[in-house]
């Protein structure tokens, strides 16, 4: 009889211990909130592969993470999305971020950074020179977007302001038809794209390069909400984590072949797609063992968007502090090391 007893205790005990167990993995799931990540280019550009390679190798699951990866048109219709909550994160323009919380003080902060940029501007005019782009039609993502911010840092060196150019907003592959159409002879791209044109019987002149003009640029940010992060900061941590996982399997030659699969598209072929990763892999593109949030090189920005107006006159510039939160990095990176 006592042995029954003392068995009936045991038992209730484990019950216990199974429920308490139980409770506490749905605290940990109720935590964990679908996200909808914006990634900019319809078709998506190539800043934006580490997102569509954390979904399609499955990586925002390892990590528990429930994440939508959305193309929009450009980092700054992702970036706007954001603020009115239609979308949880969005890959945006550095500049445009710093812009908008100096001018109108947005709830947004920077979780992660690509810091390199690839913008040049290129020519179907072989004998084009920076000051030739004077009064000219020029393609751009979108007016006050991360192309149209990198080519005033490009002709500002020419004496040229964007005032003194046609910018036109071409999002995503539309500035390549564009210049492939004859439709346009200027246009801001990516050194990946210059492929696409010349393959069209475009050849491309560069007439300049964002890295010659200014080292210290900062290309692109994840942004959120910082309200939202604090809310939800346990999803956001392991989305950062897959993220940081695909740009380490982008780094990694062995996946090149993978990658080409995911990154071929109407008008990149698997091939393009594996050759380009290369170079963008070389300059530190997606960064595998910081933060990509720079402290020098977003001062940089934040001093350039003064000095070229993009910070209006009276408002006070973001300050770094603000501007990033690089906590959120060192915990995804506890997170991938618990996982290992």
């Given at each position: ?29 109720a ?88 913008f ?13 782009v ?103 941590v ?42 963008f ?23 350039t ?18 501007l990033?939160d ?15």
């Amino acid at each position: 009889m006592a042995v029954n007893a003392l068995s009936a205790r045991a038992l209730a005990l484990a019950i216990g211990v199974v429920c308490l167990a139980s409770a506490a993995s749905d605290s940990v799931r109720a935590e964990v909130k679908k996200l909808i990540f914006a990634v900019p280019g319809v078709p998506p550009i190539f800043a934006s592969l580490i997102a569509h390679v954390a979904a399609q190798e499955s990586l925002f699951k390892k990590f528990g993470s429930d994440v939508e990866v959305r193309n929009v048109e450009s980092g700054t219709t992702g970036a706007r999305a954001v603020v009115a909550g239609d979308v949880d994160l969005s890959l945006s323009p550095s500049p445009l971020i710093v812009n908008q919380i100096s001018n109108a003080d947005v709830d947004l902060v920077g979780i992660y950074g690509l810091p390199n940029p690839s913008f040049l501007l290129a020519s179907t005019d072989p004998n084009a020179t920076c000051k030739d782009v004077a009064g000219q039609p020029v393609g751009v993502d979108a007016i006050g977007g991360a192309r149209a911010n990198a080519l005033a840092q490009m002709i500002v060196t020419c004496g040229l302001k964007l005032d003194d150019v046609k910018q036109v907003a071409l999002p995503s592959t539309a500035t390549q038809q564009s210049m492939i159409a004859s439709v346009i002879r200027f246009g801001v791209l990516h050194f990946d794209e210059i492929p696409v044109l010349e393959a069209q019987g475009k050849p491309i002149k560069v007439v300049l390069t964002l890295n010659d003009v200014s080292k210290d640029s900062h290309f692109a940010m994840v942004v959120v909400r910082r309200a939202h992060l604090q809310k939800y900061r346990e999803s956001y941590v392991r989305a950062l984590a897959a993220v940081v996982t695909a740009a380490r399997f982008m780094a990694d030659p062995r996946n090149a072949e993978r990658f080409g699969e995911i990154a071929a598209r109407p008008g990149r072929t698997k091939e393009e797609a594996k050759a380009a990763l290369t170079r963008f892999v070389a300059i530190g593109y997606w960064p595998t063992d910081a933060d990509g949030l720079d402290r020098g090189k977003l001062e940089a920005v934040i001093a350039t968007q003064v000095n070229t107006g993009g910070i209006r006159p009276g408002k006070p510039p973001v300050s770094y502090e603000r501007l990033v939160d690089p906590t959120v990095w060192n915990d995804a990176v506890a997170l991938i090391g618990k996982s290992s």
